[in-house]
């Protein structure tokens, strides 16, 4: 902490110290959200190296925001969870994102596209309420971005557990949804609708009609997506 210190006494530059290191914010963005184990976080931060995230996940728990503790399930496990001083953190976080949604242009926030990342929080917010009392498999496929980035499935299983697979998890499924990145992108962080993507032809929905006709309900969106957006 003491290579970057502000050298003040304010509580902002004190608190700065902890919380403005490269990639901490954006951490803290995946614990508040329910991330507890490594590589949860990982798949949260898919750019940030392990090496970083570790020695990050080390600095909050030497500034008291997180412990570090056996799974109750798993004792090889670790996992990570915040302090009381680390949940008082939550509203900060979601402030960070509605400033965010509100203030930066919707073309900017485009152009960092992470096709892992959007699953990743796909599969967090999933509302499975409007979903079959069964278990249901959704092929996401993104034509254009490279083998690795193309397919994606999201199984969910009749008790409401949602396991994203980005490897043909072998069942029949049920629901394909092929569209490109950015229009996924957008419906997600609400900037666009399903209905809006299908009447254009971008978004392309093959399966089940329940499923595909339910889908703006059953995706859930960013947490950030009702914010409105204040015209620049």
Request: net charge negative; glycine share 6%; charged share 25%.
């Amino acid at each position: 902490m003491a290579q970057g210190s502000y050298r003040q006494f304010c509580p902002v530059a004190m608190a700065a110290e902890v919380l403005c290191s490269r990639w901490t914010i954006v951490l803290l963005r995946e614990l508040v959200a329910g991330s507890t184990r490594f590589n949860d976080l990982r798949r949260g931060v898919p750019r940030m190296s392990p090496a970083l995230l570790s020695q990050r996940l080390k600095d909050l728990e030497a500034a008291g925001i997180l412990t570090r503790t056996s799974s109750r399930s798993d004792l090889s496990v670790v996992e990570y969870r915040l302090t009381e001083a680390g949940r008082e953190l939550g509203p900060i976080v979601e402030a960070f994102g509605v400033w965010g949604q509100r203030r930066i242009d919707a073309d900017v926030s485009l152009e960092h596209l992470d096709a892992q990342l959007l699953m990743w929080d796909m599969r967090r917010q999933l509302n499975t309420t409007p979903m079959p009392r069964r278990r249901s498999l959704i092929q996401f496929l993104y034509p254009e971005r490279p083998a690795s980035e193309r397919c994606w499935w999201l199984d969910v299983d009749p008790d409401g557990d949602v396991d994203l697979c980005s490897v043909d998890p072998g069942f029949d499924v049920d629901l394909y949804v092929s569209t490109d990145l950015r229009t996924m992108t957008a419906i997600w962080m609400g900037h666009d609708t399903v209905q809006a993507a299908v009447r254009s032809d971008r978004l392309h929905l093959t399966g089940e009609p329940a499923l595909a006709s339910a889908m703006q309900a059953w995706l859930g969106l960013s947490p950030f997506a009702k914010v409105e957006r204040v015209a620049c």
